[in-house]
Nanobody
Framework: QVQLVESGGGLVQAGGSLRLSCAAS????????MGWYRQAPGKQRELVAS???????GYADFVEGRFTISRDNAKNTVYLQMNSLKPEDTGVHYC???????????????WGQGTQVTVSS
């Protein structure tokens, strides 16, 4: 079992910034990657950013250099720094763990409860 607890969401104006955190506990040793997903109302959950235990990062095209994913392995915590936020970034943001192998991520074994991000125009 893995427990994931997100924090840091909130309401921000367009152009503002937020920093999300996800603290992991439990049997995380079997996973070598963590990721952030988001889900807007009426839309499917989509991958925002990912990071391996070695620090390899990946981002969705819509990020366009605005977000930075990082992790503190000693604290089993992953962060998502979001700058230049847009109204279309609004949604519930979820943390997940997964496995990375030869360029492919496999996420979704465990999810956090999510944290709401709302960007006003």
């Amino acid at each position: 079992q893995v427990q994931l607890v997100e924090s840091g969401g909130g309401l921000v104006q367009a152009g503002g910034s937020l920093r999300l955190s996800c603290a992991a506990s439990g049997s995380i040793f079997s996973f070598n990657a963590m990721g952030w997903y988001r889900q807007a109302p009426g839309k499917q959950r989509e991958l925002v950013a990912s990071i391996t235990s070695d620090g390899l990062t990946g981002y969705a095209d819509f990020v366009e250099g605005r977000f930075t994913i990082s992790r503190d392995n000693a604290k089993n915590t992953v962060y998502l720094q979001m700058n230049s936020l847009k109204p279309e970034d609004t949604g519930v943001h979820y943390c997940t763990v997964g496995r990375y192998y030869r360029g492919t991520y496999n996420f979704g074994a465990y999810w956090g409860q999510g944290t709401q991000v709302t960007v006003s125009s």
